[in-house]
């Protein structure tokens, strides 16, 4: 291998071959010493002079040597190419001084003085110096040849001389002798290279090892076979509080358990737990992992699994991240997030877990709480304000009953489990309690929010039921207490169970009454004040129930919109009226009121539409009735909608004026075409003169409006009299002028005159008079 060429060998590795020339001056020094007394005695046995001279030569040569050897030995080690050559030029020229020194005393004692003991002497100081030369010099094969060559030529050379056979033949060895020390210092050197090679590729892989081992995030540790630590990596250390990993090296794991709980990070009884499961670990071979919470807050999981070579590895994590993202989901899949308690979910799991555990046979109960209307103040103030209410709500629940479980079932709904009941008495003093701390009002952004809720509640042992069951029991009591007027609450009994049975069976029975068409439609009068006939009617629908009978409006109409399907009872109302009044005489017309529900799509359009269209009936003789519950889900939307019906020619009334939030807003605000008062406003007009000043100003306030006027509720001659004489609306309509009459009743009334008319006449002239 040669070394002079710069990049044939990696200059990592020429560097130590350079240094290796330098490395041992001490048998160089004593070998030169050597060498120079056997010069020295050959000189002193044959008186040559010129043995002084090689003799003298050799001093100097060794002087110099040595010096080259102290001054490179006193400086650092070279870091480049070029230093390094210099140094081996350096190196190879004393060492050629030496060899040809060695050289000259050979050919002087082979040749020229032909003395038996020069001979043996130059022999001997030529194999003593050639033993030395491939371990010496393996680091510069330059050196190895000059050095073989300075010593083998001039002994050959000598022998050669001489002349006889055997001399020559003698001499002639020196080339196999050449390339023997050659050949055995390359060997050397080749045997070297590839040793420091390794070595330098083994420090590169230990230093990564070591790079990645204590830049890890997770703390390491390697046991070796006798269970303590032999490799450890910063991480490591740290956990443990200590300097460095090396002072890890020999612990055992329950020393390295014992510091953590000597800087108070772990507990006792958590060492114990910790060694015994990555103990196990180890001895069974398989990997185990082990989450350890410290005290400074910390959580750390511990793993353990057995390496290679019985060797076991021991790796921990700082998991506190994780763990507290955990933590996090689990709450938020548990708890409700604007008031944090306890979600449907989970209620619905400890509860269950407090019925399975204790005594089966003892009481428990379950309420539930509903806040009474609280959709308008979602629908008033928004649902921020809305939120801010059920958080006041569930923070009083919490200070009320602080060992009671409380979870807030989503919306306005609270449902609370009381535990080991003593009897009903017990369960009614805690419940008056909790509403009795519910009262009273709340500030929620500025806003005076007075709660008032209802509950229902039920109570059982806990053997004879389940979670499930007494929610629904409660849930029935609580639709009990608002129908008995709301702001109560309501103790389940057997009762109401049948009840709901009853209204789940009717349920059924009208949702096949509406799919077969079996409902039917009637119609009221509605009377012109000016005529005293019938102007129009309003269609009115009608349930009978093949078993029970007549089922009133007020029972079904509910129950549809509960159930989903009023906007089917609409369009059947709609088709039916229209196919019917096509049939009457013109001048009477029809008015259908359209729920809420049909004014959440477009649809309601081509529903009109598809009713004129199929009936054959002029649209300005269909009234559409809509309420103000259609008018509050969507006041832009169902704006639009009136707006599309009006350019199809429909007339539109806004029924049951007066009873809303805001009806006097729509007035300006919407294409109406006719109010409809309220008959609440007449129920007094004839005892109360308030009443009586608040119709005559509605109608005075709608005429310039361009809108006419219907009052509702007419049951008496006393009232239409009053409206005839000093109210003056449009048209009236109520039981003064019958029961809602069938389609042939309406078309055979419909060009009657009602026998009031000659009384309102005649009493309208005598207030003329």
């Known amino acids: 291998m040669n070394l002079r060429k710069k990049n044939e060998i990696p200059v990592d590795v020429y560097i130590p071959f350079v240094e290796t020339l330098f490395r041992d001056g ?32 050799m ?10 050897f102290r001054k490179y030995n006193s400086m650092p080690s070279p870091t480049t190419w070029e230093e390094a050559h210099k140094r081996e030029n350096d190196y190879i020229l004393y060492g050629s001084l030496h060899g040809l020194t060695l050289g000259a005393f050979c050919l002087l004692g082979i040749y020229f003085a032909r003395d038996g003991f020069a001979e043996i002497a130059s022999v001997c100081l030529t194999l003593a110096t050639a033993t030395s030369i491939a371990g010496r010099n ?3 094969p330059r050196m190895v040849t000059i050095l073989t060559i300075a010593l083998t030529w001039p002994i050959s050379l000598g022998f050669l001389l001489r002349g006889d056979i055997y001399h020559v033949l003698l001499g002639l060895l020196s080339a196999p002798f050449l390339f023997a020390i050659r050949k055995f210092a390359n060997t050397v050197r080749d045997v070297l290279f590839a040793a420091v090679s390794e070595e330098k590729k083994a420090n590169r892989i230990a230093q990564r090892f070591n790079r990645a081992l204590n830049t890890m995030s997770h703390g390491l540790v390697m046991l070796g076979p006798d269970g303590r630590v032999a490799v450890a990596n910063a991480e490591a250390a740290h956990l443990m509080s200590l300097k460095s990993p090396d002072a890890l090296l020999g612990r055992s794991i329950h020393g390295l358990l014992m510091r953590g709980v000597a800087g108070g990070m772990l507990a006792p009884k958590d060492c114990r737990y910790i060694e015994a499961q990555l103990t196990r670990a180890l001895r069974e071979g398989r990997d185990r992992k082990v989450l350890v919470s410290l005290a400074n807050g910390q959580h750390y999981e511990f793993s353990a699994r057995e390496g290679s070579q019985e060797l076991g590895v ?3 994590e700082d998991v506190t991240a994780r763990v507290e993202a955990e933590d996090k989901i689990r709450f938020m899949a548990r708890y409700d997030n604007l008031t944090g308690l306890p979600n449907r979910a989970y209620f619905h799991e400890l509860v269950g877990e407090a019925m399975a555990s204790g005594d089966r046979d003892r009481l ?18 928004g649902h921020p304000i809305g939120d801010g209410l059920i958080y006041a709500v569930a923070e009083r629940l919490g200070a009320i009953a602080k060992h009671i479980t409380v979870s807030r079932f989503g919306g306005d709904e609270f449902m609370i489990f009381f535990d080991r009941v003593e009897d009903e008495s017990h369960l009614t003093s805690q419940l008056d309690e909790i509403f009795a701390g519910l009262q009273g009002e709340v500030d929620v952004a500025g806003h005076g929010l007075r709660i008032q809720a209802s509950g229902g509640a039920v109570l059982s042992r806990v053997k004879d039921t389940d979670v499930d069951a007494m929610i629904v029991k409660a849930d029935l009591a609580l639709y009990k207490a608002k129908e008995l007027g709301k702001n109560s609450w309501r103790l389940f009994e057997a009762s109401m169970d049948a009840a709901f049975r009853n209204r789940q069976l009717m349920k059924a029975d009208l949702r096949t009454a509406v ?12 009377v012109a004040m000016s005529t005293m006939r019938i102007a129009s009617c309003e269609a009115l629908c009608r349930w009978d129930h093949p078993d029970l009978g007549p089922i009133s409006p007020s029972i079904f109409i509910p129950l549809a919109e509960e159930m989903g399907i009023i906007s089917e009872i609409s369009t059947f109302v709609l088709q039916a009226a229209c196919a019917e009044c096509a049939k009457w005489p013109d001048q009477t017309s029809v008015s259908v009121n359209l729920s809420a529900k049909d004014f959440r799509s477009r649809d309601v359009i081509q529903k009109v539409r598809d009713a004129l269209a199929g009936s054959g009936l002029a649209a300005s003789r269909l009234e559409i009735e809509v309420t ?3 008018l509050l889900d969507d006041k832009s939307l169902t704006r639009q909608y009136i707006e599309e019906l009006k350019q199809l020619g429909v007339r539109i009334a806004l029924d049951d004026f007066g009873t809303g939030y805001s009806s006097l807003s729509y007035l300006h605000k919407l294409p109406l075409d006719k109010i409809k008062i309220d008959r609440s406003f007449l129920m007094d007009v004839t005892q109360n003169p308030r009443s009586l000043e608040l119709l005559k100003g509605i109608v005075n306030l709608s005429r310039p409006l361009g809108l006419s006027v219907t009052v509702e509720g007419v049951e008496t001659f006393e009232q239409l009299k009053i409206l005839a004489l000093q109210v003056k609306p449009d048209l009236v309509q109520g039981f003064l002028f019958g029961s809602a009459l069938s389609a042939s009743g309406i078309e055979t009334m419909s060009n009657t005159v009602w026998p009031f008319a000659k009384d309102i006449r005649t009493a309208k002239k005598a207030v003329r008079r």
């Open 59 to 68: 001093v100097l040569v060794g002087v110099f040597r040595m010096r080259n």
């Open 314 to 316: 021991i790796t921990f």
């Open 628 to 630: 103000e519950t259609a």
């Open 364 to 381: 428990c109960g379950l309420a539930v709480l509903d806040l009474d209307d609280f959709k308008s103040v979602n629908d008033t103030l």
């Open 26 to 57: 001490l048998t160089l020094s004593i070998g030169i010493l050597a060498q120079t007394f056997l010069i020295g005695l050959v000189w002193w046995k044959s008186g040559d002079p010129r043995y002084l001279l090689v003799a003298i030569s």
């Open 138 to 140: 393996y680091g510069s």
């Open 515 to 526: 799919e077969g068409k079996s409902l039917r439609v009637v119609y009221q009068p509605i």
